[in-house]
């Protein structure tokens, strides 16, 4: 961590860096639910759900939808990897359902394909929590 | 003489390509910067990833994923091939669709079955009138080739590599080592060999450099959710994803700069041809003008 009362929040998409920012304290959206990441946290290496990412600054809470990938937790930041970061405005709640749809008609009938799907269906799901 | 009325046409015509090359010269510059940027953007994601390996590596984990794994018998190949949409760029689509054609014989004498994917209208229309017959065509890729249909691609070679559809998966682009030097390859993507984690010197990213006196005794004991071989699984694919990205990335740093250099050379030809024209105009003109004189002293003299 930077210091003792602030984490440093960077998240990198495979595109670029978009968002490198100090917060007091942020919640990320893990693959079996929310995390806390308090100053001083411990080192971690985590999966991400799909969800929200909050970040809790002096100025409030701002919060974006991110994508799955991961999360580093060094002394020195927080890393948050993930395919793509949104505003939850962005987020269409009738292209999700779409989404859901397509993802639950999937055919899974061998382990890979299974899991594709239940990615897909992740993905759909996750997106249509935050648009609701 | 019709002939200074012919050079003189010819001129204004060098004249005008000069003035489009110049100008395509321009907007490839700009693309070029544009495209470069993006590339050195997108290396923060890789570095955070060879990290993210190098830890659990060091934590202990063993590295093994099907994405890893090399295939037995090698009976399926795929290659793919990253083109130009647009020509007027000097020998980048020529020389990648040689490297590419090549490694496709060669890959036809080891394996019987295999996609051919093409991306880019003229390695499509390379390949149509070599007569190579093509099961994919992306024409969507240009000077900023977007994640998500890059992703697209990576997906359903890693659902065909899993599922043993195919034993191998190659790439063909112009790989970019500097803005000098671009070298048209063709690499092996699948089985995934870009997790270094045997050399954990080459690749530490910035933030670790910085504490590297003290790295050597405290050691961050990473602490893995769910648990390390899971996080593996998503992180090898994620990996591969980013590699191709890159390859695409390079593909289209390389196409500007090709663009850049041809039309700079062709904006300099051009002005060379301007003035071999002018010559040659200013000569005929002065000749026509000795030969109207003669003629006029001629007719003069008879008179007299």
Redesign the interface.
Known sequence: MSSDTSVHCIV??????ELDAQCESLKLP???GE?GILPGR??????IGFGLLKLQSATGEQSWFVE???V?V????V?V?T??LLKPEQIDRKSAEEELQKATEMVAN?P??RS?KERALAQARGKLRISS | MANIRQLDKRRKSVRNIRKITRTMELIATARFKKAMDRAAAATDYTKRITQIVQDLANSGASVSHPLLVAHDTVKAVDILVLTANRGLCGGYNGSLVRVAAQRRSEIQEQADAGQTSVSGKRGISAFRYAGIPIEKTYTEFDDQPSFDAVAKIADELIYRFVSGQVDRVDVAYTRFISSSKQVPVVETLLPFAGLDVSSPATVSSSTETQSTGQENKVRDDYEFLPNASAILQEVVPASFRARLFKCFLDAAVSEQIARMVAMKSATENAGDIIKGLSRTYNRARQSKITQEIMEIIGGVEALG
Do not use: H, I, K, W
């Open positions: 990198v998409t495979p595109e670029r860096t893990m693959y079996d995390l411990a080192p971690m290496v985590g999966r799955g990938g991961f580093q060094t002394r020195d930041g890393y990897l395919n793509r061998t890979q394909t594709v």
